[in-house]
């Protein structure tokens, strides 16, 4: 997905900083993005589709298809739309939003599956708990 938001960056000719300020995340979170040293979240999939409805939520998250999202018409501020225009775009973001859930959900049943198959092999040693006073707890397994 990194490679895509580099195309978007590019075919929006717009800078990483101004992007990340866009979809309102810390410009440092881009950074990371872009070096590779971090993966973009599902909350940042979806922060980029809401401000950027004309970018294919398939090719943003999949890969596949076009980058542009040629159902989605761009409105303008001076332009008359009806209502019919808003009803089909709020549809295509919902979808939009179940297919990030969706897509979410794979991925937590993948990792819930991981954590099974890790825990066969592995016993849990030591827990400890932060609370927000300051305190903690160790709990230790006998």
Known sequence: M???????????KIASSKFADEI????????HILSGRNKPSLDI??????????I???WLILGVGDMYDKTVNSLSLF???????VVDTEEKLIEQKTMVEEEAQ???VTKKTIQQNISKEKKIKKIM???DDG???ELINA
């Open 2 to 12: 990194k490679n895509r938001i580099e195309k978007i960056l590019k075919e929006e």
């Open 24 to 31: 309102s995340i810390q410009r440092s979170s881009m950074s």
């Open 106 to 108: 794979v991925e937590y």
């Open 45 to 54: 999939a979806q922060r980029i589709l809401r401000k950027f409805p004309h």
């Open 56 to 58: 294919n939520s398939d």
């Open 79 to 85: 332009e008359n739309s009806e209502d019919n225009d």
């Open 129 to 131: 708990v932060f609370y």
């Open 135 to 137: 305190s903690f707890e």
